[in-house]
């Protein structure tokens, strides 16, 4: 059986604990306490980090790629585009994500300055700004289908208030995509206790 070592508030572990929950499938959940991370995760990540998915001898520390392991092991429902060329797409917006947006995350979790943190707050709120427009003509990030790219957004997402991000009346499409994302049962389901209370 799979299992997977995830921090109860992080939300790149977050993110996994979807993926897992929307697939239905049989796994475990180690909870590793992020202040003491060090003495759980060391021996199987070198990075010494969550989250970590341990599928028998396999091994895997990056959000990305567990959860595209997932999807490629159990591909119902299917979250990654079927077609190659879509694919590419969707792992290149993803990698865009990463770079413009989900990096400045770890700037929120990690930072002990405010200078940096309301910095990292500027930009993410900046950047869902200017995704609020794709929202408003279709439904999920790549279109009409749920997929991986959502699943990355979501865990954001849940956490503005929690993070002390306000966004402006021009992001409204942003904030009823993130309700459509927050009633599907997998992200019910993947909600730690500690989540459920980062809203009111």
Same mark, same amino acid.
């Given at each position: 059986?799979?299992?997977?070592?995830?921090?109860? =508030?992080? +939300?790149?572990?977050?993110?996994?604990?979807?993926?897992l929950y929307e697939k239905g499938m049989d796994f475990e959940v180690t909870d590793v306490d992020l202040l003491d991370?060090?003495?759980? =995760?060391?021996? !199987?990540? +070198?990075?010494?980090?969550?989250? =970590?998915?341990? %599928? @028998?001898?396999?091994?895997?520390?990056?959000?990305?790629?567990?959860? #595209?392991?997932?999807?490629?092991?159990?591909?119902? +429902?299917?979250?990654?585009? +079927?077609?190659?060329?879509?694919?590419?797409?969707?792992?290149?917006?993803?990698?865009?994500?990463?770079?413009?947006?989900?990096?400045?995350?770890?700037?929120? #979790?990690?930072?002990?300055?405010?200078?940096?943190?309301?910095?990292?707050?500027?930009?993410?709120?900046?950047?869902?700004?200017?995704?609020?427009?794709?929202?408003? @003509?279709?439904?999920?990030?790549?279109?009409?289908?749920?997929?991986?790219? %959502?699943?990355?957004?979501?865990?954001?997402?849940?956490?503005?208030?929690?993070?002390?991000i306000t966004l402006p009346s021009a992001a409204s499409p942003i904030m009823k995509y993130a309700e459509r994302l927050?009633?599907?049962?997998?992200? !019910? %389901?993947?909600?730690?206790?500690? #989540?459920?209370?980062?809203?009111?």
């Amino acid at each position: 059986m799979m299992n997977l070592y995830s921090g109860s =508030v992080d +939300p790149f572990s977050h993110r996994c604990r979807i993926v897992l929950y929307e697939k239905g499938m049989d796994f475990e959940v180690t909870d590793v306490d992020l202040l003491d991370k060090q003495a759980d =995760v060391a021996r !199987i990540n +070198p990075y010494g980090r969550v989250p =970590v998915l341990v %599928d @028998r001898e396999l091994v895997l520390f990056e959000p990305n790629i567990i959860n #595209e392991y997932i999807d490629e092991r159990f591909p119902h +429902p299917q979250l990654m585009p +079927p077609d190659p060329i879509l694919r590419a797409r969707a792992r290149q917006l993803l990698q865009t994500l990463e770079n413009e947006l989900f990096r400045h995350m770890r700037a929120l #979790e990690d930072a002990q300055e405010e200078a940096p943190r309301e910095q990292a707050r500027q930009t993410i709120r900046d950047q869902l700004v200017q995704l609020a427009p794709i929202l408003s @003509r279709q439904k999920y990030l790549f279109g009409e289908d749920y997929s991986m790219i %959502d699943v990355a957004m979501a865990p954001l997402l849940w956490r503005l208030e929690h993070y002390g991000i306000t966004l402006p009346s021009a992001a409204s499409p942003i904030m009823k995509y993130a309700e459509r994302l927050f009633s599907r049962q997998g992200f !019910i %389901d993947a909600l730690s206790p500690a #989540e459920k209370l980062m809203r009111k």
